[in-house]
């Protein structure tokens, strides 16, 4: 293979990710995603169903997570496993390790960060997904990064009402 060739393979790894504007509190979105996941599918049920810790304590690392959700119309399943957790950060990073999402991908790691807006209230939500797909027939993460801009604008909005 000459170089060139090389160059105009496409990547099997990649990265996406968004931001989101909240209005919530930074500390209240971080503590319902690292702390009371379950939660979830109370603010955003056309896109999670439910969640259930299999085994650790929820905001560990370590802590597996398997979430039944809806992605492109379709009931999905998937287990991840808690990789790091910074209070300080409002920041969690999960890795995929089982269900549907690794029929297409090698390795899918979702970072989550929010940070607190300077002289008021509400923030920042950061999303990141890491990713290797299994071959180059796979798309990339695009629909499912789209669907956590969709979880956290419904996550800000159930907090909000709260209030």
């Known amino acids: 293979m000459i170089a060139s060739e090389a160059m105009l393979k496409p ?11 909240i209005k919530a509190p930074a500390t209240k979105l971080f503590q319902l995603l690292a702390v009371t996941p379950q939660d979830v599918s ?9 969640c259930r810790v299999q ?7 370590g ?4 979430w039944n959700y809806v992605l492109d119309g ?8 808690i990789e790091e957790v910074d209070p ?4 969690i990073k999960m890795r995929m390790i089982e269900g549907d999402l690794m029929k297409e991908f090698k390795s899918f790691v979702i970072t989550m960060q929010v940070t607190p807006k300077q002289g008021g209230s509400g923030g920042v939500a950061k999303l990141n997904m890491a990713y290797e797909k299994i071959d180059e027939n796979v798309t990339g993460p695009e ?21």
Request: proline share 3%; net charge negative; hydrophobic share 35%.
């Open 42 to 50: 109370k603010a955003t049920p056309d896109n999670v169903q439910g």
């Open 63 to 66: 802590t597996l997570i398997t």
């Open 11 to 21: 990547s099997l790894q990649g990265e996406v990710e968004a931001n989101v504007e």
């Open 88 to 91: 300080k950060k409002n920041m």
């Open 74 to 81: 379709k009931p999905q399943v998937g287990t991840e496993r």
């Open 143 to 163: 629909n499912i990064l789209q669907m956590g801009v969709k979880m956290f604008k419904d996550m800000d909005e159930m907090l909000l009402s709260m209030e």
């Open 55 to 61: 085994g650790g304590e929820m905001g560990r690392v």
